[in-house]
């Protein structure tokens, strides 16, 4: 079965700081999606990608995906304490439309 | 539009006992997909229903069953509860469910097993 590795698995960083958080596949990616989960609580969708070299911003967040390398990175420029919190990457395994396999996440922390 | 909604949210239940979650999805998506995040396991598959059949099935015992209505609700089961189905049980909507079609997560419930 496919396995996402993320890296690193915590973060500290002081406000106004860039940052980048990478997920890299064990197989090929069928689509890979990035979320946001503030302890606890639901996860919030940020980006979705699905072609190699593909690159989608959302006010300070860009995320990458390198088809070949099968990983994603996910950058934040200038980050903010509303940053902070346990970034999720998600995907499809191949064979199966319907089911996402996830990241174990990584724990954001930004110091004001 | 309203967002997925979860009910209840937060549950406590003792070994043995049974508990039903249910989900509401966002209006007019049809697949419902249930989730289990636990901090050593972190976020796995359950199922995911569409149209009130199961299309998809993660590696979890039997004792774990779902369903879904004629309207996308959809309402997750756990018979003989044991201490490690402690969890946050999140369940997520989308439109159809396939390549490219992005899952909107709930709040998630907190089961608690004592």
């Known amino acids: 079965s496919q396995e996402l590795e993320q890296s690193p698995q915590s973060l500290i960083v002081q406000e106004g700081k860039n940052l980048t958080i990478n997920c890299t596949s064990s197989k090929t990616l069928y689509g890979l999606y990035w979320y946001k989960q503030k302890y606890g609580e639901g996860l919030i969708f940020l980006m979705m990608l699905q072609k190699g070299g593909e690159e989608k911003s959302h006010e300070k967040i860009t995320a990458k995906l390198d088809e070949k390398k099968q990983q994603s990175s996910l950058h934040i420029t200038a980050s903010q304490p509303s940053h902070a919190g346990i970034y999720l990457c998600g995907a499809h395994e191949e064979g199966s439309n319907y089911k996402l396999t996830f990241g174990k996440g990584t724990l954001l922390t930004v110091n004001p | 539009k309203a967002g997925v909604t979860q009910t209840p949210r937060y549950l406590i239940k003792t070994r043995g006992q049974q508990v039903t979650l249910s989900c509401s999805p966002i209006s007019g998506h049809r697949s419902v997909s249930w989730y289990q995040q636990t901090p050593g396991q972190g976020l796995q598959f359950l199922f995911e229903y569409f149209s009130e059949t199961q299309r998809n099935k993660g590696n979890f015992p039997g004792r774990f069953s779902g369903r879904q209505f004629s309207n996308s609700r959809s309402e997750m089961n756990v018979s003989t509860l044991e201490l490690g189905d402690s969890a946050l049980y999140l369940c997520?909507?989308?439109?159809?469910?396939?390549?490219?079609?992005?899952?909107?997560f709930g709040p998630g419930t907190r089961l608690t097993v004592l």
């Open positions: 997520a909507s989308s439109l159809g469910g396939g390549l490219g079609d992005t899952q909107y």
